[in-house]
């Protein structure tokens, strides 16, 4: 899946007329049935997760039956490559990812809009430096710098979520400067500084605001991707405990029962795929309203 | 060439003797076959065999006496020979490059060569090869794995008697030698030899032609080849390295390799469905915990004991191998005639708790360190792991990909892999303060257990094999009781490969697929 | 009068950014080496392994000469980049170049595979679902291309797998490592599924920019004239509507064959490719920091040209940005 930056979709579709405000961008988006399907999807999977160690039928790391068996013998869709229950593994399993891809998005969001809104403003060449050093960023792809980070380091949590957040900042801060740059030239902002407001106040309080859309469509889209991020890393091997019942571990452990006992690797990518399937779907909610909000601005 | 027959090694004055083993099929097919597989007829020429092995990459070598990983193995035995072999039973016999290794004293040997045996270039084995392949060996600077072995040997004093005849002096008596002489990395090379990207010239089978270090090897067949009768088969041969074992199966499956090492044994079926065979070996090989007997907590011995106390070794056998193994008992060499068996220790959770609590260590928490350098070593911690916390002990497993490169030897709590070996050669490799991979940091500096050492080279000097096995039961017992080692299995060597392959036996030796279809000599395309 | 400015202000502008991608490429070095140098332990003992006893530990670095102080080997190694002398891999002991060759090869094959099935695919998917809007096709085809969109790669790979190779029929190769030496033209079925999963990863994003772009191309005025003209429907596509619509999707495009490198990663460690991405892994666990050196920079690199054509297109191609230089 290749992320596309919103400031592109938007290029597309320049916002020319006055942001929405968020919570109405929200409740609109929610009248397309898209959005509600992914909130859906989102909701189930989150759902899942918690509860899921709560109603597994075994521990993740009982051994339940003889390796890579088939349905039955107590083990609803068989066991895995150690013998151990499948469905209590992928009860187990959403945890991790979910909790991990939330945090690195969020730490990258914040730290991305702060450096975007900043620069926008600054609009000189503190604008120019910041924007320089997240195009270094940029310059790699974001599995690149996570298999470096995670080689030098180790794989633990607290490393992927530096290098999600890392990779995201640059991204957030293209969009959310991207958004702010026409709302900065505005009067209500030169207004703002002539009364003698705090920066941080215009920063947070009059351009922030104005550029949520924008940025609510590209936070959904890092938060796909982040997850898949996280799923590409333990598929290839790169977790701290190698039995973590991790969806992506799961699939490298399992895939080479495929042929046999297909329900290890099976469960996990059905689950990845509803999972990301459902963010994409929220994202490409609010992105439509926001067009079509502009659309039938603009025809007015 | 000549006909190899029979041999026994002559016991010298000292009376030690060594059965020869069954001579390695020469110039007629053999009739055994790994599971699944029929009577596979007389040996027929040509075909490009293609072997695909795990394990490597970039930092693959060719060196006919140092290896790395399994395909470096794979690469050394297509191309050198050693003086002695092993056996499918591995019983030492003298098919190799030696007529006779025989033990003049304790403190000599004398080795005689085949004569007419040539290398891939044409020209003839002689002493002066040997002599050249000892001294390599035997330099530190070298930096090869048969260094150790070379210990007790006076290798600066060996003697070139004639063409053919060599004489070694030892150092000190150790009866191990012939062992050491069969050992894989303990090849022939000419002299004057260096390793890849030098020119690789052995005695073997296959003669390299083009080698890229992560990717494949491709070896010519040598017409000239001393076993003769027909021998090797292959027109050539190609090693591929692969990356893991799914590639590797699914290549097996399409046809792009004949034949892949290591092969997961929830894959057997799998093969087996689609026609194919897979080979499995009943190996002294094992994977053991190891624990420092001076690290905290393991340097109390309650503490090492309550561990091995936890390990449920049948559910092990089930969940790491599918049953390919056999239990074991915390003791290596199991083909050693001096191996003990009893008592079979099983798992006593309230036993261990009680010593645990002895010791002061009751919800003991405890890293444990693995990685993936053969197949199973992660799956023995993560179940060891889920078997202790029924013991309320807390193990954090850390899957290192920079291992072997840190800290390993340095670790507290760690998992290895061996192959089979026997006791006395097991001992030197992995139980000695100047082992080369002495994990557990064994034996204790004093009391109990702190006689190992000299209780070793009594056993090196005794040539009696029943007093021998008598220290060797000594030896084993202090490792019984108060050792740093949890062996709970010897894990079968299992491999794969296509219905056209012939030849493949099992074999409880080291490497895989039967010693690599002896150095790719004796299978075929049937 | 104002051509000449207007020309003037494309070449400032293309020389500005080429010096900003410079100076981008400069900081990135220096990145790259220090992480790289930072890893930890030796790269003497991670690539001896198990094997490293202090003897043959010994052997190997004096055999690599790792005993240089730090901003001495940064040095080297840039002016060697610089001239074309990438270094000598610590693992494999051959140059990085003759090492590496091959694999660029065989990623570039794939990248171009899955660059010329899905830019053409992308853009007739885009303007033809704009072309009917909101009828059935655009509404079928922009859903699956979302839900295709939102799938990580290695998920389409292995789905791919069990469609085509492994369970549900056996129709391609499950693996597709190219033996060394030969070239990845003489195995086109190995090229199949990794670049359709390459395929499926790009394409969607593509053609919904192109559907976007491609919408608003078609509500502008010159293109109501056109049709008031009485112009075919196929000449307004073709002739008036494609080439404006062009525009951001040059960047998106030169974007994307950027990902498609990051992605190439992913998907060739699945499908067992020979290529840069599978080589990236290896040099990072065995620390062999010249060709991770070498490859980040590259890397690097053809993101930085590719972002620096694609803006450089996307100027010239849209006039309405121009007159902002």
Same mark, same amino acid.
């Given at each position: 899946?290749?992320?596309?930056?919103?400031?592109?979709?938007?290029?597309?579709?320049?916002?020319?007329?006055?942001?929405?405000?968020?919570?109405?961008?929200?409740?609109?988006?929610?009248?397309?049935?898209?959005?509600?399907?992914?909130?859906?999807?989102?909701?189930?999977?989150?759902?899942?997760?918690?509860?899921?160690?709560?109603?597994?039928?075994?521990?993740?790391?009982?051994?339940?039956?003889?390796?890579?068996?088939?349905?039955?013998?107590?083990?609803?869709?068989?066991?895995?490559?150690?013998?151990?229950?499948?469905?209590?593994?992928?009860?187990?399993?959403?945890?991790?990812?979910?909790?991990?891809?939330?945090?690195?998005?969020?730490?990258?969001?914040?730290?991305?809009?702060?450096?975007?809104?900043?620069?926008?403003?600054?609009?000189?060449?503190?604008?120019?430096?910041?924007?320089?050093?997240?195009?270094?960023?940029?310059?790699?792809?974001?599995?690149?710098?996570?298999?470096?980070?995670?080689?030098?380091?180790?794989?633990?949590?607290?490393?992927?979520?530096?290098?999600?957040?890392?990779?995201?900042?640059?991204?957030?801060?293209?969009?959310?400067?991207?958004?702010?740059?026409?709302?900065?030239?505005?009067?209500?902002?030169?207004?703002?500084?002539?009364?003698?407001?705090?920066?941080?106040?215009?920063?947070?309080?009059?351009?922030?605001?104005?550029?949520?859309?924008?940025?609510?469509?590209?936070?959904?889209?890092?938060?796909?991707?982040?997850?898949?991020?996280?799923?590409?890393?333990?598929?290839?091997?790169?977790?701290?405990?190698?039995?973590?019942?991790?969806?992506?571990?799961?699939?490298?452990?399992?895939?080479?029962?495929?042929?046999?006992?297909?329900?290890?690797?099976?469960?996990?990518?059905?689950?990845?795929?509803?999972?990301?399937?459902?963010?994409?779907?929220?994202?490409?909610?609010?992105?439509?309203?926001?067009?079509?909000?502009?659309?039938?601005?603009?025809?007015? | 060439?000549?006909?190899?027959?029979?041999?026994?090694?002559?016991?010298?004055?000292?009376?030690?003797?060594?059965?020869?083993?069954?001579?390695?099929?020469?110039?007629?097919?053999?009739?055994?076959?790994?599971?699944?597989?029929?009577?596979?007829?007389?040996?027929?020429? #040509?075909?490009? &065999?293609?072997? /695909?092995? !795990?394990?490597?990459?970039?930092?693959?070598?060719?060196?006919? =006496?140092? *290896?790395? @990983?399994?395909?470096?193995?794979?690469?050394?035995?297509?191309?050198?020979?050693?003086?002695?072999?092993?056996?499918?039973?591995?019983?030492?016999?003298?098919?190799?490059?030696?007529?006779?290794?025989?033990?003049?004293?304790?403190?000599?040997?004398?080795?005689?060569?085949?004569? #007419?045996?040539? &290398?891939?270039? /044409?020209? !003839?084995?002689?002493?002066?090869?040997?002599?050249?392949?000892? =001294?390599? *060996?035997? @330099?530190?600077?070298?930096?090869?794995?048969?260094?150790?072995?070379?210990?007790?040997?006076?290798?600066?004093?060996?003697?070139?008697?004639?063409?053919?005849?060599?004489?070694?002096?030892?150092?000190?008596?150790?009866?191990?030698?012939?062992?050491?002489?069969?050992?894989?990395?303990?090849?022939?090379?000419?002299? /004057?030899?260096?390793?890849?990207?030098?020119?690789?010239?052995?005695?073997?089978?296959?003669?390299?032609?083009?080698?890229?270090?992560?990717?494949?090897?491709?070896?010519?067949?040598?017409?000239?080849?001393?076993?003769?009768?027909?021998?090797?088969?292959?027109?050539?041969?190609?090693?591929?390295?692969?990356?893991?074992?799914?590639?590797?199966?699914?290549?097996?499956?399409?046809?792009?390799?004949?034949?892949?090492?290591?092969?997961?044994?929830?894959?057997?079926?799998?093969?087996?469905?689609?026609?194919?065979?897979?080979?499995?070996?009943?190996?002294?090989?094992?994977?053991?915990?190891?624990?420092?007997?001076?690290?905290?907590?393991?340097?109390?011995?309650?503490?090492?004991?309550?561990?091995?106390?936890?390990?449920?070794?049948?559910?092990?056998?089930?969940?790491?191998?599918?049953?390919?193994?056999?239990?074991?008992?915390?003791?290596?060499?199991?083909?050693?005639?001096?191996?003990?068996?009893?008592?079979?220790?099983?798992?006593?959770?309230?036993?261990?708790?009680?010593?645990?609590?002895?010791?002061?260590?009751?919800?003991?928490?405890?890293?444990?360190?693995?990685?993936?350098?053969?197949?199973?070593?992660?799956?023995?911690?993560?179940?060891?792991?889920?078997?202790?916390?029924?013991?309320?002990?807390?193990?954090?497993?850390?899957?290192?990909?920079?291992?072997?490169?840190?800290?390993?030897?340095?670790?507290?709590?760690?998992?290895?892999?061996?192959?089979?070996?026997?006791?006395?050669?097991?001992?030197?490799?992995?139980?000695?303060?100047?082992?080369?991979?002495?994990?557990?940091?064994?034996?204790?500096?004093?009391?109990?257990?702190?006689?190992?050492?000299?209780?070793?080279?009594?056993?090196?000097?005794?040539?009696?094999?029943?007093?021998?096995?008598?220290?060797?039961?000594?030896?084993?017992?202090?490792?019984?009781?108060?050792?740093?080692?949890?062996?709970?299995?010897?894990?079968?060597?299992?491999?794969?490969?296509?219905?056209?392959?012939?030849?493949?036996?099992?074999?409880?030796?080291?490497?895989?697929?039967?010693?690599?279809?002896?150095?790719?000599?004796?299978?075929?395309?049937? | 009068?104002?051509?000449?400015?207007?020309?003037?202000?494309?070449?400032?502008?293309?020389?500005?950014?080429?010096?900003?991608?410079?100076?981008?490429?400069?900081?990135?070095?220096?990145?790259?080496?220090?992480?790289?140098?930072?890893?930890?332990?030796?790269?003497?003992?991670?690539?001896?392994?198990?094997?490293?006893?202090?003897?043959?530990?010994?052997?190997?670095?004096?055999?690599?000469?790792?005993?240089?102080?730090?901003?001495?080997?940064?040095?080297?190694?840039?002016?060697?980049?610089?001239?074309?002398?990438?270094?000598?891999?610590?693992?494999?002991?051959?140059?990085?170049?003759?090492?590496?060759?091959?694999?660029?090869?065989?990623?570039?094959?794939?990248?171009?595979?899955?660059?010329?099935?899905?830019?053409?695919?992308?853009?007739?998917?885009?303007?033809?679902?704009?072309?009917?809007?909101?009828?059935?096709?655009?509404?079928?085809?922009?859903?699956?291309?979302?839900?295709?969109?939102?799938?990580?790669?290695?998920?389409?790979?292995?789905?791919?797998?069990?469609?085509?190779?492994?369970?549900?029929?056996?129709?391609?190769?499950?693996?597709?490592?190219?033996?060394?030496?030969?070239?990845?033209?003489?195995?086109?079925?190995?090229?199949?599924?990794?670049?359709?999963?390459?395929?499926?990863?790009?394409?969607?994003?593509?053609?919904?920019?192109?559907?976007?772009?491609?919408?608003?191309?078609?509500?502008?005025?010159?293109?109501?004239?056109?049709?008031?003209?009485?112009?075919?429907?196929?000449?307004?596509?073709?002739?008036?509507?494609?080439?404006?619509?062009?525009?951001?999707?040059?960047?998106?495009?030169?974007?994307?064959?950027?990902?498609?490198?990051?992605?190439?990663?992913?998907?060739?460690?699945?499908?067992?490719?020979?290529?840069?991405?599978?080589?990236?892994?290896?040099?990072?666990?065995?620390?062999?920091?010249?060709?991770?050196?070498?490859?980040?920079?590259?890397?690097?690199?053809?993101?930085?040209?590719?972002?620096?054509?694609?803006?450089?297109?996307?100027?010239?191609?849209?006039?309405?940005?121009?007159?902002?230089?």
């Amino acid at each position: 899946m290749i992320p596309v930056a919103g400031a592109d979709m938007a290029a597309a579709a320049p916002l020319e007329t006055p942001p929405v405000r968020a919570t109405s961008l929200l409740r609109r988006s929610l009248r397309l049935w898209r959005t509600r399907i992914g909130v859906g999807l989102v909701v189930l999977l989150v759902l899942l997760a918690i509860v899921g160690p709560f109603v597994a039928p075994y521990g993740s790391g009982t051994f339940v039956a003889a390796p890579n068996s088939p349905p039955g013998k107590g083990a609803a869709f068989g066991t895995d490559y150690l013998g151990q229950d499948v469905l209590s593994r992928l009860l187990d399993g959403g945890r991790s990812i979910l909790l991990l891809a939330f945090i690195a998005t969020a730490v990258g969001l914040i730290a991305g809009v702060v450096i975007g809104l900043v620069a926008a403003y600054a609009r000189n060449a503190f604008d120019d430096v910041l924007m320089r050093g997240m195009d270094v960023i940029m310059a790699f792809p974001q599995i690149m710098l996570a298999l470096v980070a995670v080689a030098v380091v180790g794989a633990h949590p607290w490393v992927i979520i530096v290098a999600i957040a890392l990779t995201t900042v640059p991204r957030i801060a293209r969009v959310a400067r991207g958004a702010a740059l026409p709302v900065v030239e505005r009067d209500f902002i030169a207004c703002s500084e002539a009364m003698g407001v705090p920066r941080w106040r215009i920063l947070f309080g009059d351009l922030l605001p104005n550029t949520l859309g924008p940025l609510m469509v590209e936070a959904s889209l890092r938060m796909t991707y982040s997850i898949g991020l996280i799923a590409a890393l333990a598929y290839i091997g790169l977790t701290i405990n190698p039995n973590d019942p991790n969806w992506g571990l799961m699939i490298r452990e399992n895939q080479i029962a495929l042929t046999f006992q297909p329900w290890g690797a099976v469960l996990p990518i059905i689950a990845i795929a509803l999972l990301t399937m459902g963010t994409g779907l929220i994202g490409d909610g609010i992105a439509r309203t926001a067009a079509g909000i502009d659309r039938s601005r603009g025809a007015e | 060439m000549a006909d190899i027959s029979r041999r026994q090694l002559v016991a010298g004055a000292a009376g030690l003797t060594i059965v020869g083993g069954l001579a390695a099929a020469c110039g007629s097919g053999s009739t055994s076959t790994g599971i699944g597989g029929t009577n596979p007829g007389a040996p027929k020429r #040509g075909g490009n &065999f293609r072997l /695909g092995v !795990t394990g490597g990459g970039s930092k693959d070598i060719m060196d006919g =006496q140092n *290896i790395i @990983t399994k395909p470096d193995q794979a690469r050394l035995v297509s191309a050198f020979e050693t003086l002695l072999l092993f056996d499918e039973n591995y019983q030492l016999t003298t098919n190799g490059l030696a007529e006779s290794v025989t033990q003049d004293n304790p403190r000599q040997y004398t080795i005689r060569l085949r004569k #007419g045996i040539e &290398f891939q270039n /044409g020209k !003839t084995l002689t002493a002066d090869d040997v002599l050249y392949s000892f =001294q390599r *060996i035997g @330099t530190k600077a070298n930096g090869l794995t048969g260094f150790a072995a070379t210990a007790t040997m006076d290798i600066a004093g060996m003697k070139k008697l004639d063409t053919y005849t060599v004489r070694l002096p030892l150092k000190s008596p150790d009866a191990t030698v012939p062992q050491t002489l069969a050992s894989y990395t303990f090849c022939i090379v000419p002299a /004057g030899y260096q390793a890849y990207p030098h020119p690789q010239i052995g005695t073997g089978a296959y003669k390299l032609k083009s080698f890229t270090p992560g990717a494949q090897s491709v070896h010519v067949r040598n017409p000239n080849y001393w076993r003769g009768g027909g021998k090797p088969y292959f027109d050539q041969v190609t090693i591929v390295d692969f990356s893991d074992s799914t590639a590797q199966v699914n290549g097996l499956l399409g046809g792009q390799i004949d034949a892949m090492t290591d092969l997961p044994a929830a894959q057997v079926q799998v093969l087996q469905s689609r026609g194919m065979h897979a080979l499995v070996s009943k190996t002294g090989g094992w994977l053991p915990l190891c624990m420092a007997i001076d690290i905290p907590p393991f340097n109390d011995v309650r503490v090492r004991q309550a561990m091995r106390l936890l390990v449920d070794r049948n559910h092990m056998i089930e969940q790491v191998l599918s049953g390919y193994g056999f239990v074991g008992n915390d003791l290596y060499a199991p083909f050693d005639p001096g191996y003990l068996t009893e008592p079979q220790r099983n798992q006593d959770i309230s036993e261990a708790k009680r010593l645990l609590k002895a010791a002061g260590h009751q919800n003991l928490n405890v890293d444990l360190h693995t990685t993936n350098g053969a197949a199973g070593m992660v799956d023995v911690a993560t179940v060891f792991a889920n078997q202790a916390a029924a013991a309320g002990v807390k193990i954090n497993v850390h899957n290192d990909p920079n291992y072997y490169g840190t800290q390993y030897l340095k670790l507290g709590f760690s998992i290895d892999f061996w192959g089979t070996r026997s006791y006395l050669n097991q001992v030197q490799q992995g139980s000695l303060p100047n082992s080369p991979y002495n994990e557990t940091h064994w034996p204790p500096k004093s009391g109990t257990g702190s006689n190992f050492i000299s209780l070793y080279n009594q056993a090196l000097a005794t040539t009696d094999l029943a007093k021998r096995i008598e220290i060797e039961h000594e030896m084993q017992t202090l490792e019984y009781d108060i050792g740093g080692y949890i062996i709970p299995f010897f894990n079968d060597l299992i491999d794969g490969y296509s219905d056209k392959v012939k030849g493949l036996r099992p074999s409880k030796g080291t490497l895989n697929l039967d010693y690599f279809g002896h150095g790719f000599s004796s299978i075929w395309f049937g | 009068m104002r051509a000449r400015f207007r020309w003037g202000g494309v070449s400032r502008f293309i020389v500005r950014r080429l010096v900003l991608g410079l100076v981008v490429l400069f900081l990135v070095s220096l990145v790259v080496f220090a992480a790289t140098q930072a890893l930890p332990g030796d790269p003497a003992r991670a690539i001896l392994g198990r094997s490293a006893t202090p003897t043959a530990l010994a052997a190997l670095r004096r055999h690599l000469h790792l005993n240089q102080p730090v901003f001495s080997q940064y040095w080297t190694w840039l002016t060697g980049l610089l001239r074309g002398n990438l270094g000598t891999s610590l693992a494999a002991q051959e140059p990085v170049t003759t090492l590496l060759g091959p694999k660029l090869v065989n990623s570039a094959v794939l990248v171009a595979v899955s660059a010329i099935v899905s830019i053409p695919l992308s853009i007739a998917l885009g303007s033809w679902a704009a072309l009917k809007r909101d009828k059935i096709f655009d509404t079928v085809s922009s859903n699956l291309l979302l839900v295709l969109a939102a799938l990580p790669e290695f998920v389409v790979g292995v789905v791919l797998v069990i469609l085509l190779a492994t369970i549900v029929s056996q129709v391609l190769p499950a693996i597709s490592t190219i033996p060394p030496g030969s070239r990845p033209w003489n195995y086109p079925s190995y090229l199949v599924l990794p670049a359709l999963t390459l395929v499926i990863a790009v394409a969607p994003y593509v053609s919904r920019i192109v559907r976007a772009s491609m919408i608003e191309v078609l509500e502008s005025d010159y293109i109501e004239m056109a049709r008031l003209k009485g112009l075919p429907e196929r000449t307004v596509m073709l002739r008036h509507a494609l080439p404006n619509a062009l525009g951001p999707v040059f960047q998106v495009i030169a974007l994307n064959l950027a990902y498609l490198a990051g992605g190439v990663i992913v998907v060739e460690y699945v499908f067992n490719y020979g290529g840069i991405g599978s080589a990236v892994q290896e040099a990072v666990l065995s620390h062999d920091l010249p060709v991770v050196q070498t490859l980040a920079m590259l890397i690097a690199t053809v993101y930085v040209v590719l972002n620096l054509l694609a803006d450089v297109a996307t100027i010239t191609v849209t006039p309405k940005l121009r007159t902002q230089l």
